[in-house]
């Protein structure tokens, strides 16, 4: 790989294939087997359909659609065609589909052929010029009409400071914020992280997160390719295919749910281990127990990382002998490492003033990953910037004597369930809205599984009756599934502070078995 001055992503990624452009770089689990050159190829004919179309760069294309090689390849194209990717998880209803598309106005938007119906009229009806299919099994119009095109592409030289990709990410007034992400962001991210984890030539990585996020997409995706590292790719997890691909494998990437599900299987042991170097564990707490079950039987140390939408990744435990803290490699449980080269991180009081080591306080970060703001929403971008430029964000944390990072809670009303952030504001403003709901308040209990998983406690207006289970079913089609708490308690009353606001905390304390017991 060069480290030539680049003015397009995906031209650093593509620097980075290896010669050898036969070889292969993605096998699925579906027992498919792509080359470099297939990407390439491939990612050209769908640029090429787009730019024939009179996308201009920097206009946005939504991509609601299930997770495939085709699907990489259009996020590929994006890139190469100076387009905004904006990519939605396909859990999002119609509902919140809605406010998305109408948010994000987008010129290009690609669905499932099962969603075209409805995705297509709330697209044209936000101003698309227009709608592609894209399918599992490569069924669809997207690549019945790139099948027409030219297999060869350059790269639009937009710059480092253009607009690669916008992720939506829910917001605790309850509506979603798009981040701002530059192809600089990205690729800033993507050689630092390259470097940290110390990527290898002969690197193969298990894929099977979405690549609707950021962890699945830049994490995971932009750590192969910059390495020109091969993908065993899995549609969806299952801990069985996982399995059978560790012994071929060298790193791999999961969100703590992942880990917890793969220790279920007997055969997780460090024999199937022994080929694999890194790892790698983030976008949830992971708990301590887990961290130690996994040593115990792989023989590997997790490597915890920390990032968010808004920042790429910020910090990571050392992979190898950190000089910057001393020559330090130890993985510690319960933290999320050192921050990455690069990364500005410091613990600050309310006012915003730096606290010393040791204090805990709000995590605020600069740094050549730190994206440009909320799409359209510059008075919230305004809200989460200091003065000085630090992103407040929302992580409560210290810092140890000796480097390490480690968060214990957040300033925002969040809970993460399975890796996925869910805001309670937005869930307790769909039950508020139900007929007989006078108010209620969602909170995340632990889970051994999920990590957290949500509880709505509800009280009833006066005179109505409210069934508990129709309060869930009732919210099914009106958020993503994940989103939906996984049980509902009415109640008489709530805790409240002298100001009336309900307290959270208090509540925490007193359902946090609640998990266990449903
Ligand atoms: C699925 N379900 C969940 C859930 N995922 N419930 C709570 N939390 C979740 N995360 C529910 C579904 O709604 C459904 O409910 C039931 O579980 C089965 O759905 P499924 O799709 O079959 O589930 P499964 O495939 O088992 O998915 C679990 C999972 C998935 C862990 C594989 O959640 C996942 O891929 N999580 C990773 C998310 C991720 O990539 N996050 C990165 C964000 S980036 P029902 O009732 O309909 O049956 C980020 C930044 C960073 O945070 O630092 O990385």
């Keep these: ?49 787009l730019a024939a179309r009179g996308l201009e760069p920097g206009a946005r294309l939504v991509a609601q659609v299930d997770k495939s090689v085709e699907a990489l390849m259009l996020y590929l194209a994006a890139l190469r065609a100076g387009l905004v990717y904006v990519p939605l998880n396909t859990a999002y209803p119609p509902a919140e ?21 409805w995705v297509s009229k709330l697209a044209f009806r936000a101003g698309a010029q227009v709608v592609y299919t894209l399918g599992t099994d490569r069924q669809g119009t997207l690549l019945e009409r790139a099948a027409h095109r030219s297999d060869i592409q350059s790269p639009v030289p937009v710059g480092m400071q253009a607009l690669a990709s ?30 940290y984890w110390d990527w290898r030539a002969d690197d193969v990585l298990i894929h099977v997160l979405p690549i609707f996020h950021v962890h699945g997409l830049f994490v995971a995706v932009h750590g192969a390719l910059l390495n020109g590292s091969p ?20 790193v791999f990437m999961g969100v703590p749910t992942l880990y917890t599900r793969l220790l279920g299987e007997p055969e997780l042991t460090p024999e199937r281990c022994a080929r694999m170097r890194l790892f790698i564990c983030g976008s949830a707490p992971l708990l301590i127990d887990t961290f130690r079950a996994w040593q115990q039987r792989t023989g590997h140390t997790i490597l915890e990382r920390y990032g968010m939408s808004e920042t790429i990744m910020l910090t990571s435990n050392p992979c190898g002998p950190d000089v910057r803290y001393g020559g330090q490699d130890e993985r510690r449980g319960g933290t999320v ?9 410091r613990i600050a009081d309310a006012a915003d003033r730096p606290l010393p080591a040791g204090e805990v306080g709000g995590v605020q970060v600069r740094g050549p990953s730190v994206f440009q703001g909320y799409w359209r929403m510059p008075d919230k971008t305004a809200e989460d910037f200091t003065a000085d430029g630090w992103f407040r964000t929302g992580d409560v944390g210290f810092i140890d004597t000796r480097g390490y990072v480690t968060l214990v809670g957040r300033s925002k009303d969040v809970l993460i369930s399975g890796g996925y952030n869910v805001y309670p504001a937005e ?19 632990p889970h051994p599984e999920w990590g957290e998983v949500g509880l709505a406690l509800v009280i009833p207006q006066p005179g109505a009756t409210v069934q508990p289970d129709r309060v869930l079913a009732a919210l099914r089609g009106r958020l993503a599934s994940y989103k939906i708490p996984k049980r509902c308690v009415v109640v008489d009353e709530l805790p409240r502070n ?18 266990a017991a449903s």
């Design 97 to 117: 589909m809605a406010y998305l598309i109408d948010n994000a106005q987008p010129a290009a938007v690609v669905c499932t052929p099962q969603h075209f119906g």
């Design 231 to 250: 993908m065993l790719w899995a549609a969806r997890f299952d801990p069985r295919t996982v399995l059978q691909w560790l012994p071929r494998a060298t």
């Design 166 to 195: 916008i992720i939506y990410t829910s917001g605790t007034t309850g509506r979603s914020k798009g981040a701002m992400l530059t192809h600089g962001n990205l690729l800033a991210n993507a050689q630092i992280l390259r470097q």
């Design 427 to 445: 869930v307790e403003g769909a039950i508020n809205e139900l007929p007989g709901v006078a108010e209620s308040a969602v909170i995340g209990v």
């Design 1 to 49: 790989m060069t480290d030539k001055p680049q003015t397009n992503l995906y031209a650093a990624l593509r620097d980075a294939f290896p010669a050898a452009l036969d070889g292969w770089a993605i096998e699925t689990d579906a027992g498919l087997i792509y080359t470099w050159r297939d990407l390439d190829r491939g990612s050209a004919m769908i640029a090429n359909e």
């Design 337 to 345: 490492g050192f921050p990455l080269p690069g990364v500005e991180l």
């Design 498 to 515: 002298a100001m009336g606001k309900v307290q959270k905390n208090v509540l925490r304390e007193r359902w946090r078995d609640a998990a």
